[in-house]
């Protein structure tokens, strides 16, 4: 579990994120949550596709990255395969909270546990520093360009949960999406079953009237549904990572 504080300069002007264990925090996802706004640039490495949190029974956009719960195939040795890596692990390990429960603004938090978290110089020594380990803070505790950074990020997708639920809502209200049954064989002939995801209904789609889809593109939308649905193709190439995976 994360071990979240509230950011505060004169607290943690020594404090330091490692960029290079970033990636780290992918590892045991197969589902990574998505914004919209990022669709086109996931849709061309990953499958896109909603599934419902297991919860509260709402939907959740996602990309696929495994064939079953905590497989990553996209990390290898703890990095990022892909040219895109998702909102959600980009911003670690920072996240968004509030000073109290009642509080009206937002406060950014670190994860002191997290592997790209390092307490500074004082108590490592410079000699053990990790060469692209980044400062939060300046000298004279002004932000620097990484720490303001990852504050647009964590900004970006803030603005994203507002654009996501929009997306869900339309594509429910339009009935949009249909399960996906997918059974896949692997090269050493084991099999899998794709269960409990959802995808864009292509039919449905077509038969849509204009004056949806001119409300979808009106909204911003029409892209991120195309996307979804453009995005089903990179299945055989998370295929092939396990099968790779496989020694085939």
Known sequence: MAN?????????QHLLVVPSQIDTHAAGQNLIPLIPAELSHVATQLPVVLAKNGQTG????????????QENLM??????????????IQRQPFFVG?????????VVCIDLDSPATLFSTERLGAQRLPADAEALFNADGSETAYYRDAKLK?????????????L???LLALRLLQP??????????SITKLNGLYTIDEQ???QLPAEHLVRLHQQGLLGAVYAILGSAAQIYGLIARKNKQLGY
Do not use: C, N
């Not at 979240?4 to 943690?12: C, E, G, I, K, S």
């Not at 990390?75 to 959600?88: A, M, S, V």
């Not at 996906?180 to 002939?189: G, H, K, P, R």
């Open 98 to 106: 509030k000073a109290t429960p009642d509080a009206a603004d937002y």
């Open 204 to 206: 449905q789609l077509a």
């Open 58 to 69: 709402q939907f959740v956009l996602a990309a696929l990255t495994g064939f079953a719960v």
């Open 75 to 88: 990390l290898e040795q703890g990095h990022w395969q892909g040219i895109y890596l998702p909102l959600q």
């Open 168 to 170: 869900l809502s339309e």
């Open 154 to 166: 964590l900004a970006q997708l803030l603005q994203g949960e507002q654009q996501r639920e929009l």
């Open 180 to 189: 996906m049954s997918l059974e896949i064989t692997f090269a050493d002939q």
């Open 4 to 12: 979240l504080v509230a950011v505060q300069p004169a607290l943690h």
